[in-house]
Nanobody
Framework: QVQLVESGGGSVQAGGSLRLSCATS????????MGWFRQAPGKEREFVAA????????SYADFVKGRFTISRDNVKNTVYLQMNSLKAEDTAVYYC??????????????????WGQGTQVTVSS
């Protein structure tokens, strides 16, 4: 069983920044593909960013390219999402997710094995 705990959410004004963290249990974190998704009220969960198990490859949704950066620390078993130039439309609950059997792929769909509980990000205009 893999547990994921997000932190770093909060309220910020438009144009501001936040850094989300996702601490992951398990001895084999370095073998997991990781991703971030978000869900705004009344909307479906959507892909935000993903990173391969090595950290060498990343993928982003078009609406965050150039503003968000996903990274990971395989020693600390943690994946991060640095969010800059935040907009009101970025307001959502952000979830991290782990896929334990994907090899070195980047996964941009919700076919992840484990999910965190989510952290709220609120951007005021």
């Amino acid at each position: 069983q893999v547990q994921l705990v997000e932190s770093g959410g909060g309220s910020v004004q438009a144009g501001g920044s936040l850094r989300l963290s996702c601490a992951t249990s398990g001895r084999t974190f370095s073998s997991y593909a990781m991703g971030w998704f978000r869900q705004a009220p009344g909307k479906e969960r959507e892909f935000v960013a993903a990173i391969s198990r090595s950290g060498g490859r990343t993928s982003y949704a078009d609406f965050v390219k150039g503003r968000f950066t996903i990274s990971r620390d395989n020693v600390k078993n943690t994946v991060y999402l640095q969010m800059n130039s935040l907009k009101a439309e970025d307001t959502a609950v952000y979830y991290c997710a782990a896929n334990t059997g994907s090899g070195n792929q980047i996964i941009t769909t919700p076919r992840y094995d484990y999910w965190g509980q989510g952290t709220q990000v609120t951007v005021s205009s």
